[in-house]
């Protein structure tokens, strides 16, 4: 068993939790009840929700802004979209923004017509449950790019200098059955702490470490 795991089957209610980050008073609400015990040394983190975390991911200035579209299951495509404006209709669950999109667009609604009519059908599928999937859309001036790979994001957002960045690669990675449960900052690269299954009864512990560029290791992984 790996030795650092090993310290959250056999004492994690003996272990203190670190300093949790300050959600602010919106989003506590939606955060799970209890702090999962971490390892020494390390930040706990009560939020685990990839959309949130993006919301946190700086952009600029070489983006105006970007957008992580979820689409529900059996969205085909949108309709009434025009290359001048319209609507989109297509199943959207959910939109998060981080940034102005279209904020330096010389034609700002034309811009904004196409991040609305952005699709593809390509994504990650974060929630097998529910058949939903996510991609992005970044925006550089006028030009709506959508982006589905890890590369391409990473090409966007890196070097992974931030925390929300490197929970943002893991969750997409391992999926939003996994909980970030802390982490620990090194000055080339972050070790963070993936739980699966309920707080008071994690399944497993997995510890993954970020590097600046985006690369994902498994350090270490224990099955309760």
């Given at each position: 068993m790996p030795r650092r795991?090993?310290?959250?089957?056999?004492?994690?209610?003996?272990?203190?939790?670190?300093?949790?980050?300050?959600?602010?008073?919106?989003?506590?609400?939606s955060a799970p009840p209890t702090t999962a015990p971490v390892l020494e040394g390390y930040t706990a983190v009560t939020f685990e929700n990839p959309y949130y975390w993006f919301?946190?991911?700086?952009?600029?200035?070489?983006?105006?802004?970007?957008?992580?579209?979820?689409?529900?299951?059996?969205?085909?495509?949108?309709?009434?979209?025009t290359r001048d404006g319209g609507s989109a209709s297509?199943?959207?669950a959910q939109d998060t923004t981080t940034g102005y999109p279209c904020a330096t667009a010389h034609d700002e609604a034309r811009c904004r017509a196409e991040l609305t009519c952005a699709w593809t059908s390509e994504g990650w599928h974060l929630e097998p449950s529910n058949g939903s999937r996510v991609f992005f859309v970044f925006v550089?001036?006028?030009?709506?790019t959508i982006v589905t790979s890890r590369a391409d994001l990473v090409a966007r957002v890196g070097p992974i200098d931030s925390a929300p960045k490197a929970f943002l690669l893991v969750l997409l990675d391992r999926g939003t059955d996994a909980k970030i449960a802390g982490y620990r900052a090194y000055p080339d690269r972050f070790e963070v702490l993936v739980r699966?299954?309920?707080?008071?009864?994690?399944s497993s512990d997995e510890l993954v470490g970020v590097a600046s560029d985006g690369t994902l290791t498994e350090i270490e992984r224990h099955t309760n």
């Open positions: 795991l090993a310290l959250l089957a056999v004492t994690a209610l003996a272990i203190g939790c670190g300093p949790t980050i300050d959600l602010g008073e919106d989003d506590r609400a919301g946190q991911v700086l952009v600029a200035p070489r983006f105006d802004g970007a957008v992580m579209r979820r689409v529900a299951e059996g969205a085909t495509g949108p309709s009434g979209c297509y199943g959207y550089e001036r006028e030009s709506p699966r299954g309920p707080y008071s009864a994690p």
